[in-house]
């Protein structure tokens, strides 16, 4: 078997490296994939089109808007699946393993996530506003809030931290994002132009069509973000406990 | 060429993070290693200009699915047959 | 060795990129067919994913290009930056433009790093989902090595049916049993249903 397994995997890389001969040169310019007349369009077009200096949140939440919605519903029904399989299924009776001991949070720990936890979310704030200029956006700004609320989780206890953030409030927060996302979308439909055609927002909101879809974006990241908060901390929560919500990690 | 051997300098290591990874029998060293793997990718990718993506493997490889990973650990055996 | 030209030249310097996603991702194939621990092999999965995603924005470099965020001089808001020199301001003072082809080299393509950047937010996600199944898994079984699950797996499966069919001394006989007299139930059932359907549809 073990053995059995190398066949596959040889024949695998033999394949892929003889293709690799066929990439283009490393970095060059003219490559199929720099070269193709879209990838062009994005880079020459974004500054004119939504006013955005960040091309990737442009492409990711306008050009591409579609694609990233669904995605956050792909999150979203990964965070309802393991709440749905976990839900009701650890032990009960709570047997306290060989490795668990009572122990008070540590005066220290306690102390520093204290002064680091609003830091951190006013991190996740910047993020997510300053995306359209800088590295950034709805993904990782709500993967940072997540994450603080996961630390205070970690260094208190979780039943600390879900009374900071409840966890019906996940499922909430998690659907109020792609309603968001998909209202925005549906908003510009109804003005007359097709689902997430933001620049159909001007007719309502005193902006130029293209400062339009620069703030819709804002919207759209929101929303993204609103989702992966709730759900990343849902994953946490759930995973460490078995789904009792109590006695974490 | 500063560039290019930073470039060779942490491919190698990504190769033998995976390897370490995949090897260790305790399960909480192979997720501290998948860590270590996740931000040397994040590494990478910052070096070739791709900086949202080395900013989401920041947050999320060598961040959330690190703790994700403990936090099931926790709950199953930590040795591994292999 | 190292020669210009020869194939161990074209992989290992010119194309070191293409080379260590294959060795990633072999790694993490391997991984996920021999390892025997469940965690294990997700682990080799995610392996596998950075592979793939080390591939995508390797096609995406530029050389000499810079990151895909629109320098003070081709930015949308121009006039909004504060440039460093004085005498530049009015340099500075434009509104957004059409970049043409040779300015286009310069920047990083940005539809990799869209792509990308989602299938790793959806990875972790799907991450999470496969460490619940493991915890179910262990729940149900008490195991999370292959090889004593699939065991395991196999003697309940044989409880199961030795319960079932109630004579446990010949396994092998009752089956086909059980199955015709299965089938012909069903047929029955579904006959039966196929035949008191279509009647209220008549009354209508």
Same mark, same amino acid.
């Not at chain 3, 290992?12 to 996603?21: A, H, V």
């Not at chain 3, 993490?28 to 995603?53: R, V």
């Given at each position: 078997?073990?053995?059995? %397994?190398?066949? /596959? ?27 193709? /007349? ?14 955005? /200096? ?9 050009? @591409? ?20 399989? +976990? ?41 997510? *506003?300053?995306?359209?200029?800088? /590295? ?16 205070? *989780?970690? %260094? ?42 933001? %620049? ?8 130029? @069509? ?26 946490? *929560?759930? +995973?460490?406990?078995?789904?009792? +919500?109590?006695?974490?990690? | ?30 997720? $501290? $290693? ?32 690190? $703790? $994700? ?14 | ?20 996603? =294959? ?58 930056? =504060? ?38 937010? =959806?990875? =972790? ?80």
């Amino acid at each position: 078997m073990k053995l059995l %397994s190398y066949i /596959p995997v040889l024949v695998v890389g033999v394949l892929l490296l003889y293709a690799a001969k066929d990439f283009p040169e490393w970095g060059s310019p003219d490559a199929p994939a720099s070269k193709s /007349p879209v990838s062009s369009h994005f880079i020459a077009n974004t500054g004119v089109d939504t006013e955005v /200096p960040n091309m990737v949140t442009a492409v990711l939440a306008d050009y @591409r808007g579609f694609d990233t919605m669904f995605e956050t519903v792909v999150v979203f029904i990964a965070g309802m699946a393991v709440l749905a399989i +976990l839900k009701n299924s650890g032990r009960k009776k709570l047997v306290k393993r060989e490795f668990e001991v009572d122990a008070e949070p540590d005066l220290i720990v306690t102390n520093t996530v204290r002064l680091l936890v609003p830091v951190i979310q006013i991190f996740a704030f910047y993020v997510l *506003a300053h995306g359209h200029v800088s /590295p950034g956006g709805g993904f990782q700004g709500g993967v940072l809030m997540g994450a603080s609320f996961i630390l205070v *989780a970690l %260094s208190w206890d979780l039943e600390t931290a879900l009374i900071r953030f409840p966890l019906n409030w996940t499922t909430i927060l998690g659907g109020l994002g792609i309603f968001l996302y998909a209202g925005i979308g549906l908003l510009s439909m109804f003005l007359g132009g097709e689902f997430l055609d933001y %620049s159909e927002l001007a007719n309502i909101f005193p902006v130029s @069509r293209e400062m339009a879809r620069y703030h819709a974006m804002l919207g759209v990241e929101i929303g993204v973000g609103l989702t992966v908060t709730a759900i990343m901390f849902s994953l946490y *929560a759930n +995973l460490s406990t078995e789904g009792r +919500l109590q006695r974490g990690l | 060429m500063g560039l290019a051997l930073f470039n060779t300098f942490i491919l190698l290591l990504l190769v033998v993070a995976a390897l370490l990874a995949l090897r260790v029998k305790d399960l909480l060293t192979a997720s $501290v $290693v998948f860590a270590v793997y996740s931000f040397l990718m994040c590494l990478l990718w910052a070096e070739m200009g791709a900086v949202d993506v080395a900013f989401t493997e920041a947050t999320v490889g060598a961040g959330i699915s690190t $703790v $994700v990973l403990i936090a099931t650990i926790f709950n199953l055996k930590r040795k591994s047959s292999d | 060795m190292f020669e210009d030209g020869t194939i161990i030249n074209e992989l290992l310097i010119e194309r070191l990129n293409y080379f260590i996603y =294959v060795v990633l991702l072999l790694i993490g194939l391997h991984a996920m067919i021999a390892k025997k621990n469940l965690i294990k092999k997700l682990i080799g999965m995610s392996i596998f994913q950075t592979a793939i995603i080390l591939f995508y924005v390797s096609i995406g470099v530029k050389e000499g290009s810079t990151i895909p965020v629109y320098l003070p001089e081709h930015d949308p808001h121009g006039s909004h930056s =504060v440039p460093s020199d004085t005498n530049e301001t009015s340099h500075f003072d434009h509104g957004p433009v059409i970049l043409d082809s040779s300015l286009v080299k310069g920047y990083a393509n940005p539809l990799p790093h869209v792509l990308m950047l989602t299938a790793i937010v =959806v990875g =972790v996600a799907t991450l999470g989902l496969a460490l619940a199944l493991c915890q179910r898994i262990y729940q149900g079984y008490g195991t999370i090595e292959e090889d004593e699950l699939l065991a395991k797996m196999e003697s309940r499966e044989i409880r199961s049916k030795t319960l079932s069919v109630q004579i446990p001394k010949d396994q092998k006989l009752p089956k086909k049993d059980e199955l015709k007299k299965e089938k012909s139930r069903s047929v029955s059932k579904s006959k039966t249903l196929s035949a008191s359907k279509p009647k209220p549809k008549g009354k209508k």
